[in-house]
């Protein structure tokens, strides 16, 4: 184990809880007064050793020395459990409480929290989340419990996790068993306090997302859909100050990013289809029967040069629409074509009969 910048002050300390079995009560008791007075010299060494360096320097540097004793006491305790260590962790773990709550921002949030602290709080929260009595996730879908606890182990067990995230954790809880109490408490419920808690962890914004689109497949308007849930995403208040993840996107704005380029990918595609409508290259007022003999004249005629009719016939169906369909199917063009109907080439007639009239006109 690598030794803190104030192990001579501690050397002392370690040998007695290494020696504890041998010691006398009234040892034990003298040092145990002793140790209530450790502050002292923690802050004093720290000051020496920290010369002009800033606050933070001092106050993490104890933090750092108090967290690795614990560890230390912890890992004795493993082997060997005493009520003298578990006295001496005591003091170590009361003051370390009042350290942070003295030194507010200078208190490294982000370090590791000691083996002997976590442990209690991480037996609390598991009787919470694992199926029991006092299970917190009843009424709630499968995939999101399943998602929720993958969540917790993942981000507790590093060996333990930073201080910010074990309160989060602990507020979190809290949380839930007050929404518990609430009698339309379900999935919905828990999912909207999961995010107002900016649970920013990738596989629950993941889980939140893939629901979004599950109800988009009985949706009749994409466009539509996502905006009414960027709306409904963006009414949600946050908690000030909690986060899971420290290096990620907030919750909220991870999930607000999604569905806007979903919604604009949506409103592109209309667009793109509208476009496409508008931009038709050849738009008739014929039928498909019609339009087929109108191609053949133009064709059997000489008016349109082509070395393949199917080829021909392909990009006619492809690249026009008539008043009734805005989409003409290949195969119908391609038997119109070949097996002109009657009554088809009777309209073109009198078509044929107003282009005639048309162009004697223009010589004149």
């Known amino acids: 184990m690598e030794q803190p910048i104030l192990f001579p002050v501690n050397d002392q300390l370690l040998q007695i809880i290494e020696e504890a079995p041998r ?27 920290a010369a002009k360096q800033s606050i933070s320097y001092v106050i993490q540097g104890v933090q750092y020395v108090i967290c690795w004793l ?31 709550q003295q030194s507010g921002s200078w208190f490294n949030l982000d370090a590791p929290m000691p083996h002997s ?12 989340i694992e199926p029991g009595k006092a299970f917190l996730l009843n009424d709630i879908e499968q995939d999101l419990v399943a998602v929720f606890q993958n969540i917790y182990t993942d981000t507790t067990t590093h060996p333990t996790p930073s201080f910010k995230q074990a309160h989060y954790w602990q507020a979190l809880i809290q949380a839930l068993c007050l929404e518990q109490e609430h009698p339309q408490y379900d999935t919905a419920r828990c999912i909207l306090l999961l995010i107002r ?9 993941r889980y939140v ?11 009749r308007n994409p466009h539509q859909h996502w905006q009414e849930a960027l709306l409904h995403i963006n009414r949600i208040i946050p908690e000030k100050e909690t ?20 919604m604009d990918a949506s409103h592109f595609s ?16 014929l039928s498909v029967t019609q339009l087929a003999v109108w191609l053949r004249m133009q064709t059997d005629s000489g008016m349109i040069e082509h070395h393949n009719t199917t080829d021909l016939i392909r990009y006619f169906a492809e690249n026009a629409s008539t008043n009734r369909n805005q989409s003409i199917a290949f195969k119908s063009l391609y038997n119109k074509y070949h097996q002109p109907e009657r009554s088809a080439v009777q309209i073109m ?16």
Do not use: G
């Open 23 to 49: 010691l006398t009560a009234q040892d034990e008791k003298k040092i145990i007064a002793e140790t209530k007075q450790l502050n002292i010299r923690y802050i004093r060494e720290v000051c020496s050793a």
């Open 70 to 100: 614990l560890n230390s006491i912890h890992e004795k305790q493993q082997k060997n459990h005493t009520l003298f260590r578990e006295k001496i962790a005591t003091q170590l773990t009361s003051f370390l409480a009042f350290l942070q």
């Open 117 to 128: 602290i976590w442990q209690p709080i991480h037996e609390k929260i598991q009787v919470k």
């Open 197 to 205: 808690y900016n649970c920013n962890h990738p596989a629950f914004i």
């Open 209 to 219: 997302f893939s629901r979004y689109l599950l109800a988009l497949d009985t949706s």
């Open 243 to 262: 986060v899971l993840l420290v290096k990620e996107p907030d919750c909220k704005s991870a999930l607000m990013q999604l569905i806007q380029t979903e």
């Open 270 to 285: 209309d667009k793109a289809k509208n476009i496409m409508q508008v931009s038709c290259p050849f738009q008739y007022a």
């Open 349 to 364: 007639l009198e078509y044929n009969v107003r282009m005639q009239k048309i162009l004697k006109d223009l010589l004149q």
